[in-house]
């Protein structure tokens, strides 16, 4: 005899997660899920959506971490990475030209 719907567990909301540029490397819950794009099922809450916290990093861009949610089956979340800002180490500082003040 089948168990009743009700105890049934719900069926996971699929998130669909890439970036602009792609390849950034995705984390969620501490772990890596791996590079953009990657897919991730979140179980929805009892209002039927989803959320899920995630960070994304990949190297000479902002690492960003955002709140996606939505409701299912499906929710595909899109993150536009920034590039670093201009910082400059001390030797890109002397090869650009920069001189040390002899006095």
């Known amino acids: 005899m089948a168990a009743p719907s009700a105890t049934a567990e719900p069926v996971a909301i699929r998130f669909l ?52 949610e939505g409701e299912g089956p499906v929710v595909r979340h899109q993150q536009k990475l920034k590039k670093k800002s201009g910082s400059r180490s001390a030797s890109d500082r002397n090869s650009a030209g920069y001189k040390d003040d002899p006095y």
């Open 17 to 68: 997660i890439d970036s602009v540029p792609g390849g950034a490397k995705v984390l969620y819950q501490g772990r890596t899920l791996g590079e953009t794009p990657v897919e991730l099922p979140v179980p929805p809450g009892a209002d039927g959506r989803a959320s899920a916290r995630l960070t994304f990093a990949m190297e000479g861009y902002q690492r960003v971490t955002v709140i996606a």
